[in-house]
């Protein structure tokens, strides 16, 4: 079947602006995850959902990012008020459950650039 | 601080050769590895993992060795193939822990026909 999908692939925002990027996950599979990687770094992990819970938050850089999940399968991450450093490649897996263990399946990823 | 480090960020090895790209952490809590592979403008696809049981896991040509004691893990792959030119992330968890895994920086693996 389909893979992870994400979209947009590429988004050019100027500061100050909010985005919203979106994931689709292997159908079927329950647990979802958010990581970023910034230029020259390794993937950071942003935030996991199980079915359409985020237990834990701690991860989200600032509280201008928030995210959610929907019917147990799409998933939207919005920035608000985008700064610079928030220019990076936004990555969003997806995995049967939730269980380090499961395999994580990876989308190709949004690009984002904040002007 | 960066909990999982891969100190190498290239290596260039010639085709049928092997390639070794290590990796170390520092936090002891840590119990299941993995290795994920990348491709330009791709996502990264899992490789190989290994639980801290363990010390040795091997899947075809890609091989992982734990060395608890020195928290520090390797990947080696025989022989090597251009199609492995790829960056190679190593990434950390705790099994029953909170589902996060931690990668490090990556090493670009280069391999020469």
């Known amino acids: 079947g389909a893979g992870v999908s994400q979209s947009p692939s590429n988004k050019v925002t100027e500061k100050g602006k909010d985005v919203e990027l979106r994931c689709d996950p292997i159908?079927?599979?329950?647990?979802l995850y958010w990581y970023r990687q910034s230029l020259g770094q390794g993937l950071e992990f942003l935030i996991y959902f199980q079915g359409n819970s985020a237990p834990d938050k701690s991860g989200l850089p600032s509280d201008r990012f928030s995210a959610e999940r929907t019917g147990g399968s799409v998933s939207t991450l919005t920035i608000q008020r985008t700064q610079q450093e928030d220019s990076a490649v936004y990555l969003c897996?997806?995995?049967?459950?939730?269980?380090?263990?499961?395999?994580?399946?990876f989308g190709p990823g949004t690009r984002l650039l904040v002007l | 601080d960066q909990q999982v480090k891969q100190n190498s960020p290239s290596l260039s090895v010639q085709e049928g050769r092997i390639s070794i790209l290590n990796c170390d952490y520092t936090?002891?809590?840590?119990?299941?590895f993995l290795w994920y592979k990348k491709y330009p403008a791709e996502g990264p696809t899992f490789l190989i993992s290994i639980s801290s049981i363990k010390d040795k896991n091997e899947d075809g040509r890609f091989t992982v060795f734990l060395n608890k004691s020195a928290k520090h893990l390797s990947l080696h792959i025989v022989p090597s193939q251009p199609g492995d030119s790829a960056v190679y992330f190593c990434?950390?968890?705790?099994?029953?822990?909170?589902?996060?895994?931690?990668f490090g920086k990556g090493t670009k693996l280069t391999v020469n026909p």
């Open positions: 897996a997806s995995s049967l459950f939730l269980d380090i263990r499961e395999t994580q399946y």
């Open positions: 159908s079927g599979h329950t647990a």
């Open positions: 990434a950390a968890s705790t099994q029953g822990g909170s589902e996060k895994l931690v």
């Open positions: 936090n002891s809590m840590f119990d299941y």
